[in-house]
């Protein structure tokens, strides 16, 4: 009698050990949640619609997460540091307008590396200015940035200009057509995959380094984790705080740069309002939005998980009516997931 | 402390000369016409013949505002401040023509005299201006579409957003004029663009995607057709698709060249702006809008008046011009 209980006791515990292992693994993992969302959402998307699997999709999906994975980025080392940041859109409509206008009227041919520095030194000197108001303030970051988005924005409008600007320089035209790879389809129409998005993985390699190889990276965390203790371990907050700013601004900056190149238009009215889908996107990559955590994986993650469901509702055939109230359960639904996890463990 | 000394009296610097800006305003009868955008080209165009009102008649003071980004709630708040001030009138283009009802009630109760233009459905106005009927000008769209197209094939319409009434009605009056046509068919009808070129262009992607055969597109915002071309050109199918909707000549010039944007409609919105204060003026002096009167605007030499959803009426126009490749260099803006 006792054998067989034994005996049939072993395998169960054997598997629940299993699952444990697996939940323990996934735990210290959290990208491997969002890589599941994003792997169960793509099946069940190309389940009802097999147009889905296309090459001329997953190349819109890379295209439209450039912008959005380079603003990410900016947030996630700020949110490791323990603060946040909302104005990035705004420094990114005033250096992308002001670049492309500065460049038509005055140099017309400057190469677009040129522009593109042009454009991250613009940003950095925003976000800088973010991180010494944060710091001598000792004000929260989220209010500062409020602020600063404010201003930023309302200066763009008046002083710099807010007509549809039409006419972007040659060089950023011809950044923005560049093609990495043409793909031709059956039906005969293109579609191509950006050498832009190359800039998002030496961005997101950048990132990686700073934050896991570099002594400012790791100053960056523990300031994040418990900005006392690291005060009283030799940080220099201050540094810190600058550091992360201007971070964010830097690629705040580039992702204006882009978005101009690909959209062959300059718009000071465009990217207003994508913040929180950025901030989302980083939290459902892992970080926490207290600070000291989060992976530059699981944020291009994250961001892919957002791009992907703002993509493909028009082929699942969801009615332009139910299109945002379908993201909004969407995040409110894989928020959750993340939250069960925080709290178990 | 004596940072916090210095900001308080800038503070109270700028205020003084806020105050002093309010009060030079007040000398004689203000119309403010408020826009759904500041610094959109069509907005800007607006804004040309809000002042050249201002400058024929040198009895009123006319003057242009809009929020930084298309919000129906900034707007609202705009208003807001309007009737705070007590201006003479306001002639609004409502970017939520329902959620400014209640704030345009109020400034209607304070003695604001309230004009509007595209907001057909608006109960608390007195007179709201149309520049042509609404169904008949998202006909025409459909019709050049349909013609394009040989009259039959997928087709899906665009809009600014959900809210924006006009974009809305465009959309119905093309797809009512397509139940003409048996062989058209529409598909995933009014997508969001929310007044965003890099939007309508994803959307416009993901529909070629799912109908790789559509062949008409119709625009609604301003900007859509932009995004729309550049989707259409980027996929290689400027002659397979017709592409119609409403723009302007210098935003959508280098579209029309290529062909991946077949046609544009507009009204000059400098025309609108000039007969929103006319009639803003009018309203004021009490004088009466009669059917088949002359405002002395191209497109209005004739307008016809019906009446509104509230206590107000509506004038329509016949103000439209469509133009493609061969003509929109003519219209410098």
Known sequence: MTETTFSSAAPRSESAGAVAGIWAWLMRHPPAFTLILIVAVSLVVGAINTDFWQVSNLFDILRASVVRGLFALGVLVVLASGGIDVSFTAIAAFVMYAVTMLVVNVVPDMPIVAILALGAVGGACFGGLNGVLVHALKAPSLIVTIGTQYVIRSFLLTFVGTALFMNVPAAMDAFGKLALFTHHSANGSTSTLPAFVLILAVASFVTWWILERTLIGRAVYAVGGNAGVAERLGYNLRTVRIFVFAYAGLLAGIAGIIHVSSNRLANPFDLAGAELEIIAAVVLGGARITGGSGSVIGTLLGVVLITLVSNVLILVGIPSTWQLVIVGIFIILAGAIFSIRGRQS | ?333
């Open chain 2, 1 to 333: 402390m004596p940072d916090f000394r210095k900001l308080a009296a800038c503070t109270v610097a700028l205020s003084t000369i806020w105050g002093a800006a309010a009060a030079t305003a007040e000398e004689k009868p203000s119309i403010v016409t408020v826009v759904k955008v500041t610094g959109e080209n069509w907005f800007t165009r607006m804004a040309e013949g809000v002042a050249a009102y201002g400058n024929d008649n040198d009895t009123v003071a006319t003057s242009q505002i809009g929020p930084g980004k298309a919000d129906a709630a900034q707007q609202a708040r705009l208003i807001e401040d309007l009737v705070a001030k007590k201006v003479s009138a306001i002639a609004v283009v409502p970017m939520d023509a329902s959620s400014l009802e209640g704030v345009l009630k109020r400034a209607a109760q304070r003695g604001i005299k309230v004009v509007t233009h595209e907001a057909d459905s608006m109960k608390n106005t007195l007179v709201d201006i149309e520049a042509f009927e609404n169904k008949a000008f998202g006909a025409r769209f459909n019709e050049k579409i349909a013609e394009c197209m040989g009259k039959s094939g997928k087709w899906t319409s665009f809009v600014g957003s959900l809210g924006s009434l006009t974009h809305v009605q465009w959309a119905d009056g093309g797809a009512e004029n397509a139940k003409k046509y048996p062989e058209m068919e529409l598909v995933s009808e009014k997508n969001e663009s929310f007044n965003d070129a890099n939007r309508a262009y994803e959307k416009a992607r993901e529909i070629l995607r799912k109908y790789p055969d559509i062949k008409g597109f119709q625009g609604g915002s301003a900007i859509d057709v932009i995004g729309i071309g550049r989707a259409v050109e980027e996929a290689g199918l400027q002659d397979k698709t017709c592409v119609f909707g409403i723009g302007l000549p210098k935003d959508t010039g280098s579209y029309l060249e290529s062909g991946a944007v077949d046609g544009i409609s507009f009204w000059d919105p400098k025309d609108a702006g000039y007969v929103m204060n006319k009639v803003a003026d009018m309203v004021i002096k009490g004088e009466e809008i009669k059917d088949g009167m002359d405002l002395g605007v191209p497109g209005y030499e004739k307008v016809s008046v019906k009446k509104g959803a509230g206590d107000g009426i509506i004038v329509v126009g016949e103000a439209w011009v469509d133009v493609d490749k061969s003509n929109y260099g003519k219209y410098p803006f």
